[in-house]
């Protein structure tokens, strides 16, 4: 069962996200906020699966929120995904880097909701198309990093070079495929570069391949 927080200030957008959810069988809304301080403690309380979280919030906004569950070690299941408009992208690089899986665009429809939920409960990255565009246009547009990729230094070269396809958007199956190995073996590069690199998801492992240079966006 994916345990759900929905965390938005406005009651018609947390109703019509609820009830979608619970019409799924294998999903359960555990809890809801208007803010970011009551959704930290829901969060504590009820130890949710994930959290969906607004970015535009009285009292703690979204990105703090955001910040705050990441922060905390009892809740390092807790997988944050933020509900965003088209028009607010410039918020997703700080919440990314504040700790956040993914996001949704409010307007996305119902079936692409749903699979979106049960793919950041299995812990995978979730970035809608048009804000993974935001987010290399973001990198793009800045310098490039003058900083040593020294965080990188502890990964194999198999470790680096999934990482690397991880932040071009590849799934383990695909990763595996470019690299001619099982995608259990993918999975495992993957998921030790993560502990490494103390990523959370592989969304952090996408701030990191950026921001270390090990991936160097084109325009």
Known sequence: M???LLVDDQPLIRSGFRALLDLEDDIEVVAEAADGSRALALAREHLPDIALIDIQMPVVDGIEATRRIAADPMLAGVH???????GMDEYVFDALRAGAAGFLVKDIVPEDF???VRVAARGDALLAPSITRRLIDRFVSQPLSTGSPASLAGLTGRERESVALVAQGLSNDQIAARMVISPMTAKTHVNRAMVKLHARDRAQLVI???ES??????R
């Open 114 to 116: 749903l699979h979106a």
């Open 2 to 4: 994916i345990r759900v």
């Open 80 to 86: 944050v995904v933020i509900l965003t408009n088209y």
């Open 213 to 218: 240079g090990l991936v160097v966006p084109h």
């Open 208 to 210: 990191l391949a950026y």
